[in-house]
T-cell receptor, first 110, second 115 residues
Framework: KQEVTQIPAALSVPEGENLVLNCSFT??????LQWFRQDPGKGLTSLLL?????REQTSGRLNASLDKSSGRSTLYIAASQPGDSATYLC?????????FGRGTSLIVHP | NAGVTQTPKFQVLKTGQSMTLQCAQD?????MYWYRQDPGMGLRLIYY???????DKGEVPNGYNVSRLNKREFSLRLESAAPSQTSVYFC??????????????FGPGTRLTVL
């Protein structure tokens, strides 16, 4: 059974820092991996979808990489801002049932 | 373009009561999903519909039923609510299903409490 782990579980940083959030998965036979953002009391917002044939995907200050062979993905956030404070989740798709990690709770303080 | 909408936003039920959670999407997506999110458990798939007219069980289907009413709408029914079904329920949609081949888009959620 696929297991997805996100480290760290929580992170608090000052504004302006560059951040790396980690997502690891146990079964490398995946199709794609998707990163989401969730604000308190809200739904999930899609950030990036990395297809299994890609190694990375970029959107603005966000860059996500995927290494299937090692079972890892990282989300890089450049020049963090207080508005980036949220929980970040990764989801891995290897079948019809996606598997989600439990998320990294990020606080960026001014 | 509203994306994925869910009703109601909040609901409190007594044990044994029934209710239906409604979900609609206006993105012309073929696939729709119901998840529940619990503290410390992450999101778990309850049921999904790969296309209009089909539904399949996910990871935690017991105690739930679903109906894909048409391409736009996918409802989740609790026939006899139990306290263990207290959770936040999310509906999602994607162009097609299977291994996250396409991005999933989520609704705002329904916060359900069963007393």
């Amino acid at each position: 059974k696929q297991e997805v782990t996100q480290i760290p579980a929580a992170l608090s940083v000052p504004e302006g820092e560059n951040l790396v959030l980690n997502c690891s998965f146990t079964d490398s036979a995946i199709y794609n991996l998707q990163w989401f953002r969730q604000d308190p009391g809200k739904g999930l917002t899609s950030l990036l979808l990395i297809q299994s044939s890609q190694r990375e995907q970029t959107s603005g200050r966000l860059n996500a990489s995927l290494d299937k062979s090692s079972g890892r993905s990282t989300l890089y956030i450049a020049a963090s801002q207080p508005g980036d404070s949220a929980t970040y989740l990764c989801a891995v798709g290897g079948s019809y049932i996606p598997t989600f990690g439990r998320g990294t709770s990020l606080i960026v303080h001014p | 373009n509203a994306g994925v909408t869910q009703t109601p936003k909040f609901q409190v039920l007594k044990t044994g009561q029934s209710m239906t959670l409604q979900c609609a999407q206006d993105m012309n997506h073929n696939s729709m999903y119901w998840y529940r999110q619990d503290p410390g458990m992450g999101l778990r798939l309850i049921y999904y519909s790969a296309s209009e007219g089909t539904t399949d069980k996910g990871e935690v289907p017991n105690g739930y039923n679903v109906s894909r009413l048409n391409k736009r709408e996918f409802s989740l029914r609790l026939e006899s609510a139990a306290p263990s079904q207290t959770s936040v329920y999310f509906c999602a949609s994607s162009l097609t299903s299977g291994g996250l081949k396409n991005e999933q888009f989520f609704g705002p959620g329904t916060r359900l409490t069963v007393l």
